[in-house]
């Protein structure tokens, strides 16, 4: 039997597939279509300081392959996610790691999140999202080389908790910035968060989405996803966590030989809930044919052709 | 929702949201499917034997109210849900009328088939006058036994059945359309704003909503 | 009758469609397929001062809903480009407008080349390429703000030609790029060339692409395109030409609603060489449903909600 | 090149280059495909009636050599292109052999068809022995005609006809395979190595080469 575990971030994940922010809400919609607790994880809806009442419609369109969103990281807030939320993922995902999706108008925001839930039970850690097209100044510390670096060192300072930070694929060299919150005392990182799109109605001669603009996921983003994981996971020695476009264990795996020590299924959850589960299958299907019995050395396993 | 699955990544990629239109006793359901646009192009190019993904049935439908008779008024193919509501009527031995209109008559759906499936002889309207009545829904209703009126159809037919149901002091559900993702409230893309002035989810909260919950924007 | 010319960078455009550069050639390949002097012109593959030998295969391989590329800019070189190229296309292409692309190692590469070009007849001005993921340093005047600035303006200095500067997506701000270009005398701005991505063969455990990453276009990078194109169209004065998933009228009109002058058709001829046609044949049938009779009258004729 | 057209933006969405398998008098056009992945799986769900765009025909095919017999080596849907040629050089009176190599008898292209298109009944090879000879298509060849070799299959085949031409001093003009983006020679994407080492078209310099005019790399 392949051994799909993985050790990262001081946890045992049971496999390498967890549910990307936003699009599994807090866990519990989704339980009865798929079984979280045998999945690797999950991350939640940004939580907030305050809860937003995000974008008018329309919020979602398609775009080829892909999907556009614009949620505007509508949220019940810190104080409603402790009260309603945190409680049932702690009594229902025992096995299922989950992180937190964290996000905030300023450091100060960010800084209270993870303080107000720190001494709570039922998570393993934090995903700092700086990288939110969406909202007016959401990708503004994922961009800033300076105040990414003081945000996640102030983050540091408060918890003990995994820090995950959340990149942005907005940006010449996404090295760099893996490397500024490596220094600055990140845990791991996760890489991609959504491109900004837009849609327009051309009958209407509007825009499509409320919001104007949104962010791009699903399939179309796939080959930008693999590019940046790998080139983050080259710039850092904290493990990365692959996101964009991923629906097949192919797909999960290309990912992991890029660098990505777990990975997130995002849109695909919407076209099948199954496809968490199917990753996983063809993953481990692929390591049973190649005799592969640790997915730990397919890790970053990729050969690079000689270049000058 | 409906949808052709994670492998068939084409221009439509994300399932979209359709009422069951029927179902069968032996466990079949129904859609009835307008082709429209490019999702809506996909679905109706599978053929028997194909696969689908359903996930389903999501959300709140329709609810008759007792000792109540009612009409539902649907625009285009906001027939589809009344197909459903007038068969289950039928079972539970209730009443139900169905007002149905297009913009003309080739695009009526063969009235045939609604008494088929129904057991209920539409009265249809045509904006055209080609075929049925000529106008709109909400036109020349009979009220008298002050029945619930259920809507269905594009925005500006549920604004006048909204004025329509107020002016009468009548009850009324509408069923509301946005753009879905997951359409089981996870990733708040289908909200609708509230009377109360919150954007709600369509998927879970609706698509059925009594007129009275929703902000009706002019 | 719709009127679908447009007059910009000092010249007439007899229709708003031209073909993407590195995807028509020199122009000769496509001759036989399609009308090329019925359309707005074409801009040509890259041309650097020597000739390059390219990147080793695979250099293009699909993507969901696009394609990567890493040609490695393979040409001819200025001299054999002046020689065997341009005469062709000075011979054939009366109506359509010419662009030359150009790339360069160095500032004084570009200079190089524009200096080397600009006593010729046969073509209408530059298409400069700062954009380019698929050479090391492809991308670096178009992500330095001062490298670009002093690239432009350099070049403005040789040359009284029209001066278009290409965009690279890839940057978190590209309304900045965009100015900068401006404010050093280009003429106009191309919006966008590809985004940096990769594919990896998890049998063979390699990437794809010789080159190991390439360039990501096609449908799949469409809304990323129009929102791009929006952005730098309302930073600046000076016309955009929209790039990027374009294969029906509709696409077109989505950029040229969002501030777009002319449009560019490249990946989509691959799938069909009568795209370019039929693009065209879609917009006049949009304005004569719409009544429109200038297309001037659509370009950024977008209604944006309030937002607060 | 086939494929399905700009509104189908499925993950098939570039067009893919086949050979012309068939080309009957009607002028009616003959392929031969092998479901492999994404591109193929998408051509074969194609129905009568369909439409294809077809651009071609491309490029340099293989030609006979006047006064010289030929044999042709195909090593699984390689197959393809032989049809072409043998029927052609059944027209022209020339004789041509066929040598047809698959992994398993399984995966053999019917025999009596291949016979039926170019009047050849071809020498079959698998290399599980389940039909035919058991072996390669190099394997225990009668060159003793000093016959011209075409060859056309997966790399390592094309490097053992390469070897083998060698030597026999033989001529071999191979087809190759690379991906391909536009196959008319603008996007300079399918490229292969030649023997003075520069990247060459395969699209319109190939994609068929005399063996001499390319690099075989070890
Ligand atoms: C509750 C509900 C029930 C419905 N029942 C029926 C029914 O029974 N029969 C019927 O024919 N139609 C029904 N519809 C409408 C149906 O879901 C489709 O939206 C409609 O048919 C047009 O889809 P299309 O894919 O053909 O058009 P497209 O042209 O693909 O879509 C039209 C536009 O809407 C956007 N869009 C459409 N659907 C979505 C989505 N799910 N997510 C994001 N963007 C989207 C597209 O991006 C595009 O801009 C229902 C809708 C709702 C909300
Ligand atoms: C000159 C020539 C003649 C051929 N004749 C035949 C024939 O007669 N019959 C036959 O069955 N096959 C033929 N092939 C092979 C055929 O073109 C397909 O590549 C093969 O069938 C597999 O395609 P697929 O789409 O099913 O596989 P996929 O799994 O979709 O493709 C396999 C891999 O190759 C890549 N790829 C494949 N084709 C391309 C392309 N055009 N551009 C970019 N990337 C690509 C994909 O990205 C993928 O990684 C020929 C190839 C060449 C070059
Ligand atoms: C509807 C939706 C909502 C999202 N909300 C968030 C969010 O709150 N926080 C976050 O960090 N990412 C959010 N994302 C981004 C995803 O977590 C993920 O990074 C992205 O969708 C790419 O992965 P995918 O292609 O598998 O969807 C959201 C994505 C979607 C589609
Ligand atoms: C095969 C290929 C080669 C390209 N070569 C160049 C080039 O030489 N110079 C350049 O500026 N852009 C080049 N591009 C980018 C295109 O001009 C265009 O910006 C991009 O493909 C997006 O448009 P599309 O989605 O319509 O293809 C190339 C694109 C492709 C697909
Ligand atoms: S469609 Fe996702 S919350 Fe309603
Ligand atoms: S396939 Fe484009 S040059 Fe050969």
Redesign the interface.
Known sequence: MADLSQHLLGADFQSPVLLAS????YGE??AG?IPLDQIGGLVT?AVSVEPR??N??????????????A?GL?NVGLERFRAEKLPWLRKNLRSARVLINVVGHSAEDYGSVVSGLDEDDGFLGYEINVSCPNVKDG?FFG?DPSALSSLVAGLRSRTERPLVVKL?P????IGLYARICEDAGADGLSAINT??????D?E????VI????GG?S???????G???T?RAAEAVSIPVIGIG?I??G?DA??YI??GASLVQVGT??????S?PV?VLEEIEE?MERHGIERLADLVG?????D?D | MLGTGLRDVAAPFLPRPFSIGAREDDGRLGFLVRVFGAGTRRLSAVKPGDELLVLGPLGRPFTLLDEQSAVCLAGGVGLAPFLFVGAEARRAGREVRIVYGERSGDRVFDPKLIRRITGIDPDIRTEDGSLGRAGLVIDDLDLGDRPQLLACGPDRMLRACADLALRHGLPLQVSVEEHMGCGVGTCQGCVVLSAGGEWIKSCTEGPVFDAGELAWRT
Chains 1, 3 share one sequence.
């Open positions: 936003g699009t599994c809400g919609e989704y279509l809806k009442p995000g008018p419609p329309h919020r979602v369109a398609e775009t080829p392959g892909g999907m556009i969103n949620i509508q990708t961009t942005t907005n940006v010449p060299d491109f900004p799109g837009m849609l327009v051309v209407a001669r509007r825009p409320g919001n104007v603009s791009v699903g399939p179309a983003i796939f080959p930008m693999v590019y940046l790998w476009g629906r097949s192919n795996l290309q030989l890029a695909a959850l919407f076209v099948d809930p496809a199917q692929y396993a990729l050969t690079i052709p270049r």
